[in-house]
């Protein structure tokens, strides 16, 4: 299938609420809430993917409402309705999963009526929330190839099926658009995260490391300033660094700080490596030693 052209949206989109009925996938595109009619994975292995549609096409998915065990892309006959050789990690679709899972990007979730799950509509899609892809892996289907499993979950609060949720549509809707706020944050900052992440080709600044995945690396954005009340960080590459998941931790625990002229304080020696496009503010910094007893 040819590769769209309109551009790919991770998260909410604007005046598409969870919720949301749509006759065809068609009804889709536009807006690029699900940019392709004739795949479930709307996505690349650079980008991410930003949607799947759950249509009953794969014999070995589950679905439990707020977790989802989903089938990658590929040897699929969908004629017969059976799987007829092996998937794998190369799959457009699925280094666009294996991408959104090492990048932390929501994915939204559309589930069809020919999906059989309490929490499918009766006719049409439904657009069932944002879900995070927290684990990827490989096993034997029930038609005996190999495929590729993800395991995706509900990022919202308390999950209903689709006709309850229509019922309280209403309460639904203001109640997603106040969360939505948060979850839009999110999505801002982890686009934020992944420029900078690429700048140091996911090298945690302290030492080094690039964490190395199925189909690239992993990398953390750490920020120096928390984010919220009382803390109040801002959310730009100014109060973010590219960081191991060991040293991510360590910098919130107060493990350490950063000197103002990047040399290490505390628990390990060192110093911090910044690329020269990455410019960080010192204010951050200081509020990090203050915070943690380092001034």
């Keep these: 299938m040819a590769k769209s052209t309109r551009p790919m949206k991770f998260g909410e989109i604007t005046g ?59 040897g699929w006959d969908s004629s ?46 439904i657009y069932s929330g944002l879900y995070s892809v927290v684990e990827a892996w490989q096993e034997r289907g029930k038609s005996g190839f190999l495929i590729c499993r993800f395991r995706l979950i509900y990022e919202g609060g308390e999950y209903k099926p689709a006709n309850e949720r229509e019922v309280h549509l209403d309460t639904r809707v203001r109640t997603k658009q106040r969360k939505s706020g948060t979850v839009t944050r999110v999505v801002r900052d982890s686009m934020i995260s992944i420029q900078l992440k690429r700048l140091y080709d996911y090298q945690c600044q302290i030492c080094g490391l690039a964490i190395e995945t199925k189909k690239g690396f992993y990398a953390e954005g750490a920020h120096i300033r928390p984010l919220g009340s009382p803390h109040d960080g801002d959310d730009s590459t100014k109060n973010l660094l590219c960081l191991c998941p060991n040293h991510h931790v360590m910098l919130d625990k107060g493990s350490f700080s950063i000197a103002d002229d990047l040399s290490l304080l505390g628990t390990i020696n060192g110093q911090l490596n910044l690329h020269p496009a990455h410019d960080i503010d010192h204010g951050n910094l200081k509020y990090h030693r203050s915070s943690h007893g380092f001034d």
């Design 16 to 74: 598409i609420p969870e919720g949301t009925r749509f006759e065809n996938r068609r009804e889709m595109m536009p807006s690029s809430f699900h940019r392709n009619h004739g795949t479930g994975i709307d996505g690349n292995g650079k980008e991410g993917a930003a949607a799947i549609v759950l249509s009953g096409g794969y014999e070995d998915d589950q679905d439990f409402g707020d977790e989802i065990v989903y089938t990658g892309q590929g």
């Design 80 to 125: 017969k309705k059976v799987q007829i050789s092996d998937q794998s990690w190369d799959e457009r679709g699925n280094a666009a999963l294996l991408r959104s899972a090492d990048d932390g990007l929501p994915v939204r979730v559309i589930r069809g009526h020919q999906h059989k799950s309490p929490w499918s509509p009766d006719e049409g899609y």
